[in-house]
């Protein structure tokens, strides 16, 4: 059993600045990539910014230069370090975990139960 806890949410005016942890745990082999999603309502949810297990990283446009992704992959966490908030970054923000339970077994996806951001004008 697999299990990915974020914390780090909570109300921020805009400007200011929000870290997100998730932090894995249960019967984990290896993780491939690490990322996270975000769902504002009425909205899909998007990729917000992922980091493989060699440390390449992606973002979404709407956030390249503002947020940073990164992980320690000995505690099997990632980090998200979100830097001039803007109202639009309000939303549930999902911790995604792609990893193996056992050597050779396919990677699964998991998520975490959702951490609610609000950045107000």
């Known amino acids: 059993q697999v299990q990915l806890v974020e914390s780090g949410g909570g109300l921020v005016q805009a400007g200011g600045s929000l870290r997100l942890s998730c932090a894995a745990s249960g019967t984990i082999f290896s993780t491939d990539a690490m990322g996270w999603f975000r769902q504002a309502p009425g909205k899909q949810r998007e990729l917000v910014a992922i980091?493989?297990?060699?440390?390449?990283?992606n973002y979404a446009d709407s956030v390249k230069g503002r947020f940073t992704i990164s992980r320690d992959s000995a505690k099997n966490t990632v980090y998200l370090q979100m830097n001039s908030l803007k109202p639009e970054d309000t939303a549930i923000y999902y911790c995604?975990?792609?990893?193996?339970?056992?050597?050779?077994?396919?990677?699964?996806?998991?998520w975490g139960q959702g951490t609610q951001v609000t950045v107000s004008s």
């Open positions: 980091i493989t297990s060699v440390g390449s990283t």
């Open positions: 995604n975990g792609a990893l193996r339970t056992r050597w050779r077994s396919p990677v699964s996806n998991y």
